[in-house]
């Protein structure tokens, strides 16, 4: 098949990395993808188009500027002129992303003769209901690719036919991220953790919404118990010192929480496969929580909460356990974790284990190469 694959959005955040790496396992099957990013806003790196390039991906050079949020005039010569390209070369079909790049696709469609087959990626978590105007996108497209249960009914609920709406797995390369992680040694060493605490890592911008609040109660009620405890944190934000600094000195967690910044490549696949287990409250601007993954792909039993697509993501007692978003629902599950290391051990297998039997990013390509098909019939 010939796929193109428009992806409004410059910088390698939420839903753009899932996205690039199913075009690019689409690409290994043999299928023709032609990518598509946002350009960059200024002097800003084109993280986007790179990540695109790592893979291996063929980029479209139309100019197309594919901002992330509408923009009138930019919309309108960006349809124009994807417009020519698909009558020059028309795709099989086209894969769309987000939603300034699907409305930008209507409009190009507007202007040609035949429009062809589009899928879409929905990648929210079905707590909010799509706008009445993003609604009449996806009811056009021909399938929406959901990524949990509940996006699935809120879709149907805003008047999508079900019939068009698939869910997948959402994906992880689980061979890449373990070639990745080859220092896991020195990363747990650099913690200093005490013997026999609990090495509990979490991999999160640093902001309020993602209850950190929640991590640092939690911690103090397991030090009064005498829980040996270490909590790293792999992130920055703009809200550091509020959110994370200055509480966590006030409740004199100091030595029990060690920030390690943001970390990539080898460095961050090394230190996450060093945990004991990994943490998430709250998802971020990707709701199918990749970072959560690819502790998974690493062995890495997993604690979350039950908002979102966490449900959907941690099966509770097989691949990790989840918890009541109280402080006292995420330090009990931390301390059996701390108390049991066979326990670990299960569930850091079946996490492995459900990494390689559901969101191998080859198998889910391959479901999603049945998609295609089925929308071009």
């Known amino acids: 098949m010939r796929l193109l694959w ?20 689409l690409s290994r099957r043999g299928h023709e993808v032609l990518v598509a990013t946002g350009r960059p806003v200024g002097r800003a790196p084109d993280d986007a188009g790179a990540a695109a390039d790592a893979r291996g991906l063929v980029r479209l050079q139309l100019g197309l500027k594919l901002p992330k949020h509408v ?4 919309n309108r010569r960006d349809a124009r002129r994807l417009a020519g390209h698909l009558r020059a070369r028309p795709p099989d079909v086209v894969q769309c992303t987000l939603r300034n790049d699907h409305r930008i696709v209507v409009r190009a469609f507007g202007l040609l003769d035949a429009p062809r087959p589009l899928v879409r990626f929905w ?6 209901a799509p706008s009445p105007e993003e609604a009449h996108l996806l009811a056009s497209a021909s399938r ?28 992880v390369d689980v061979g890449r991220v373990r070639r990745a992680a080859t220092t896991r040694a020195a990363y747990r060493a650099r913690w200093a953790a005490p013997p026999g605490a609990l090495v509990v890592g979490l991999v999160a911008r640093v902001q309020p919404h993602r209850r950190f609040d929640l991590l640092w109660e939690a911690a103090r009620l397991l030090v009064d ?45 090394s230190a996450v496969a060093s945990f004991d287990a990994q943490l998430l409250l709250v998802p971020g601007s990707d709701p199918t929580v990749r970072a959560l993954r690819e502790g998974m792909a690493l062995g890495v039993p997993s604690v979350a909460t039950r908002l979102g697509l966490l449900p959907d993501v941690v099966d509770d007692g097989v691949s990790g356990l989840l918890c009541d978003d109280t402080p006292a629902g995420l330090a009990s599950v931390l301390e059996r974790l701390a108390g049991d290391a066979a326990l670990r051990a299960r569930l850091g297998a079946g996490a492995a284990a459900r990494a390689e039997d559901a969101f191998a990013l080859d198998r889910v390509a391959a479901r999603l190469e049945a998609v295609h098909e089925a929308a071009r019939g």
Request: proline letters at 9%.
């Open 6 to 25: 428009p992806i409004a959005n410059w910088k390698r955040t939420g839903p753009v990395e899932p996205s690039l790496d199913l075009a690019a396992a």
């Open 71 to 74: 923009g009138f005039l930019a």
């Open 123 to 128: 990648f929210e978590d079905g707590t909010a």
């Open 144 to 171: 929406v690719i959901v990524f949990g249960a509940r996006p699935a009914t809120t879709l149907a609920s805003a008047g999508v036919d079900p019939a068009r709406v698939v869910r997948l797995s959402p994906p």
């Open 225 to 269: 118990r005498g829980v040996p405890l270490r909590i790293v944190v792999v992130g920055r934000g703009t809200s550091f010192h509020e959110v994370a600094e200055r509480p966590v000195a006030r409740l004199g967690l100091g030595d029990v929480v060690h920030f390690a910044g943001y970390l990539r490549g080898s460095d961050y696949a």
